[in-house]
């Protein structure tokens, strides 16, 4: 870990592949390139910031950066889902269980990423469904910055320019329990 820190690498990487391994237990760990390769890759990169790639750029383009007025019941649904679980990651955290916590986190993610190959956004921008996509694309936002939020005490830098992105003022616990408003702006 300190030849990479030495190589000017991203900390927080290793802030996340260290606190992934954490419990509340004093316990040694081990650090292993490949597996710390695979966690960044498969977790942060591939999970949690492709979500917000995935409908990002649709916004932009299509609607300006504005999300929807409607999400729907089965929006609604998943983003009370993930609203639900913050009180279990808090907790989580504040027993100092990081792995567990992470773990729940990226279980969600699993669920946002699930909800997305079901509507296939790239699919409805294809067939200019942009009613559909439109409403895809902000349940989508929605759910990565309720993500934000439960990664933020480990990932406070990726948090910051999450919030940017978003147009949003820093985001704490309190703001899981709202959503982004009807016309709100991201930034390209």
């Not at 498969?42 to 492709?50: C, E, M, P």
């Not at 993500?147 to 919030?163: H, N, Q, S």
């Amino acid at each position: 870990p300190l030849k990479y820190l030495e190589l000017g690498l991203n900390a927080e990487w290793l802030r996340y592949y260290i606190a992934a391994k954490l419990n509340a237990k004093v316990e040694d760990i081990d650090f292993n390139p490949d597996d710390f390769v695979a966690r960044v890759n498969s977790d942060l990169v591939g999970k949690y910031i492709n979500i917000a790639s995935r409908s990002a750029g649709f916004l932009t383009k299509r609607f300006g950066g504005k999300l929807s007025a409607d999400i729907g019941v089965e929006g609604r649904t998943l983003l009370d889902g993930l609203r639900a679980h913050r009180a279990e990651v808090e907790r989580l955290y504040e027993e100092r269980e990081f792995g567990k916590a992470l773990r729940e986190v990226m279980a969600l993610a699993d669920v946002v990423n699930q909800f997305v190959d079901k509507h296939q956004p790239w699919e409805l921008a294809k067939h200019n469904d942009t009613e559909q996509l439109h409403y895809v694309c902000s349940i989508v936002l929605n759910a990565f910055r309720l993500l934000t939020i439960y990664l933020k005490p480990v990932l406070p830098a990726v948090a910051a320019r999450a919030e940017a992105f978003l147009n949003v003022e820093p985001l704490t616990w309190a703001d899981a329990q709202t959503l982004l408003p009807a016309g709100h702006a991201i930034r390209p």
